[in-house]
């Protein structure tokens, strides 16, 4: 079946401009995350959506990152006046339920500010 | 914040020999899961053992987990070019649902 598919694969953009990454979860997940990697860098929590409830934003790093999701479905990251710092790899995952939170992720987007 | 730390942090084998990495992390945990990654992009789930199992095996890969210690090793049996990546644990607090990654172990399998 169809895994998490996230797009744009690779983003080049330049300081100062806003950028959105999509994330599509597998079917039926209901959980649904954000992460950054940075080079050679663990991954860091960025927001966790599940279901209908408030989402926990608790890991964006400023008030320039945002998320939203859809219908319980497509999530979009959003980066606001994009710095120079943000440049890292964003991954998407998704789980079928918050107890057993094996997680399954998308192949990320590169994002490069310049 | 990490919670997890694996060491080492690279470590180059030969093909057919054994690969074994270790992950400590601070909190209770209610499991603790190991990814691979390869490339730098999406990570692959490749296995996950609850605090209350002790060892479970996937194919030629074996993990440990001692909460005693909270520590946990992943062993890869008879190595391959292709498990050349980097692994990662990661835990879920007992009290949380956000899985918390260590900076990895870099495997590089040479033939």
């Known amino acids: 079946g169809a895994g998490v598919s996230q797009s744009p694969s690779n983003k080049v953009t330049e300081k100062g401009k806003d950028v959105e990454l999509r994330c599509d979860p597998i079917?039926?997940?209901?959980?649904l995350y954000w992460y950054r990697q940075s080079l050679g860098q663990g991954l860091e929590f960025l927001i966790y959506?599940?279901?209908?409830?408030?989402?926990?934003k608790s890991g964006l790093p400023s008030d320039r990152f945002s998320a939203e999701r859809t219908g319980g479905s497509v999530s979009t990251l959003t980066i606001q006046r994009t710095q120079q710092e943000d440049s890292a790899v964003y991954l998407c995952?998704?789980?079928?339920?918050?107890?057993?939170?094996?997680?399954?992720f998308g192949p990320g987007t590169r994002l490069t500010v310049l | 914040s990490q919670q997890g730390e694996e060491d080492p942090q690279a470590l180059s084998i030969q093909e057919g020999e054994n690969a074994t990495m270790n992950c400590s992390y601070k909190?209770?945990?209610?499991?603790l899961q190991w990814y691979r990654q390869n490339s730098g992009r999406g990570l692959v789930h490749l296995i996950l053992?609850?605090?209350?199992?002790r060892e479970k095996h996937s194919g030629r890969l074996r993990v440990t987990l001692d909460t005693s210690k909270k520590s946990s090793s992943l062993l890869i049996t008879a190595s391959r070019a292709a498990d050349t990546a980097s692994y990662f644990c990661?835990?879920?607090?007992?009290?949380?649902?956000?899985?918390?990654f260590g900076a990895g172990t870099t495997v590089t399998v040479r033939a």
């Open positions: 995952a998704s789980s079928h339920h918050q107890g057993y939170n094996e997680q399954f």
């Open positions: 079917s039926g997940h209901t959980a």
């Open positions: 959506f599940q279901g209908n409830s408030a989402p926990d």
């Open positions: 909190t209770s945990i209610n499991n």
């Open positions: 053992i609850r605090s209350n199992e």
């Open positions: 990661a835990t879920d607090d007992s009290n949380d649902y956000k899985l918390s």
